[in-house]
């Protein structure tokens, strides 16, 4: 088994199996670590397709990002009181292995795969992405006008954030 392959193997069982644990846990906090394992799972077989850009992207947006969002609304909400009915739990658990099992079937029942030595090295990507968008004649003004867009409404959030309630004078 080459290493390509082994690495493959490797991040789509991490991936996938996150997945599922992040699915199927009972803790909403044990589901999160899941959730990250996935998303760790996804960066790496962005690199083994040597997209290196979306691999620090997946990295640092979602793993970093929405991982902690999604943790911070856990910590704020309170916790529900009653248990999940029995039901839910095998009806979620079939309509979540059905699609997996078809793709199984699918995956198994190809016959050939192609020569993956005709198949070109891979490069990276963030040289061409960071020239793309510098370059004057590029993507330099449409990236510029989107920070100062976003700026714009990070300022405005915190204005509307920071507002103070209306103060009664009367007695």
């Excluded at 790496?44 to 620090?56: E, K, M, S």
């Excluded at 004649?137 to 700026?151: N, Q, R, T």
Aim: aromatic residues 10%; neutral net charge.
């Amino acid at each position: 088994m080459t290493g390509e392959v082994l690495a493959f193997s490797l991040f789509s069982a991490m991936a996938v199996g996150g997945a599922g644990l992040a699915l199927f846990h009972r803790s909403a906090i044990h589901s999160a670590f899941a959730l990250l394992a996935s998303f760790l799972g996804v960066a790496g077989l962005y690199l083994n397709l040597g997209a290196d850009f979306l691999a620090v992207t997946q990295v640092l947006l979602y793993a970093g990002g929405i991982l902690v969002l999604y943790l911070f609304g856990l910590m704020l909400v309170p916790p529900e009181g009653e248990a999940p009915r029995p039901g839910r739990r095998a009806l979620a658990l079939v309509l979540a292995a059905a699609p997996v099992a078809i793709f199984l079937i699918a995956f198994l029942a190809r016959s050939s795969w192609g020569d993956p030595s005709r198949l070109p090295e891979p490069e990276g990507t963030v040289r061409g992405i960071g020239l793309a968008l510098l370059t004057p004649d590029g993507w330099l003004v449409p990236f510029e006008y989107a920070s100062i867009l976003l700026l714009a409404a990070l300022v405005g959030a915190v204005h509307l954030a920071r507002r103070s309630a209306p103060k009664d004078d009367s007695p």
